[in-house]
């Protein structure tokens, strides 16, 4: 059976940090690229991170460059996002996105709040 099942979402002061992750089970995520979206209240869907097949390359929405920080462990079949400094306009749930296969996960919630 095919998942994406990611983690590690709660709720956050501004300026904090959190890792979520993703883990992958039933087809070989190592060969795909791999990225983070994000879904805001009330706003489409948006690309947050990507990251190659073996870590090479990766690349940033411009809102989060210097933030955030996609990374992979395909040993483990795991996907991270490290988010710091984060920002309220960061809130939202986060989906891990298998680009080859175009399996999507069920998300994970963030909300930065004081």
């Known amino acids: 059976q095919v998942q994406l099942v990611e983690s590690g979402g709660g709720a956050v002061q501004p300026g904090g940090s959190l890792r979520i992750s993703c883990v992958a089970s039933?087809?070989?995520?190592?060969?795909?690229?791999m990225k983070w979206y994000r879904r805001a209240p009330g706003k489409e869907r948006e690309f947050v991170a990507g990251?190659?097949?073996?870590?090479?390359?990766?690349n940033y929405a411009d809102s989060v460059k210097g933030r955030f920080t996609i990374s992979r462990d395909n040993n483990k079949n795991t996907l991270y996002l490290q988010m710091n400094s984060l920002k309220p306009e960061d809130t939202g749930l986060y989906y891990c996105?298998?680009?080859?296969?175009?399996?999507w996960g069920q998300g994970t919630q963030v909300t930065v709040s004081s």
């Open positions: 990251i190659s097949a073996r870590s090479t390359t990766t």
């Open positions: 996105n298998s680009v080859v296969q175009n399996y």
């Open positions: 039933g087809f070989t995520s190592s060969v795909s690229f």
